[in-house]
C-alpha cells in the first residue's frame, strides 16, 4: 500500500512538473492584433528593417571571408610546431636586427 501510494505520488509530482513550465509559454492568440489588419506602412517598415539585417549578415560574411583569406594574416608559428616557432621567432629577430633603430650595430645613417 505504500509503494502505490508513493509510486502514485511521484506521478503527480512528475505530471505537475511537465505542466508548469507549459503555462509560462505565450499562447497562439497573443501573437495577433485584435485590433484589425495590419497597417500598410507598418508591413513596409518590417520589411525594410528584414532587408537591412539581410545585407548586414551578407556584409558581415564577406568580412569573415575577407579576414581569413588574408595573407598576411598574423602568425605566431602556433600551427607550425616547434621547428617552425623557432624559424619564426628567428626570422623576427633578424628582421629586427637589420632594422636602423634594433639591437645590431648602428649605423652610420642613423646618428
Not at 30 to 59: A, F, S
Amino acid at each position: 500500500m505504500v509503494r502505490a501510494t508513493c509510486i502514485l505520488a511521484s506521478c503527480a509530482l512528475f505530471a505537475l512538473l511537465l505542466v508548469v513550465p507549459t503555462s509560462a509559454y505565450p499562447s497562439l492568440n497573443n501573437y495577433y492584433r485584435e485590433e484589425g489588419p495590419y497597417e500598410p506602412e507598418e508591413i513596409m517598415d518590417m520589411l525594410n528593417r528584414l532587408g537591412n539585417l539581410l545585407q548586414i549578415e551578407r556584409k558581415m560574411e564577406n568580412f569573415k571571408d575577407d579576414i581569413t583569406s588574408e595573407k598576411r594574416a598574423l602568425d605566431l608559428g602556433l600551427s607550425r610546431g616547434y621547428s617552425g616557432a623557432l624559424q619564426a621567432k628567428h626570422m623576427l629577430g633578424v628582421a629586427a636586427a637589420n632594422s636602423a633603430f634594433g639591437p645590431g650595430r648602428r649605423r652610420r645613417d642613423a646618428q
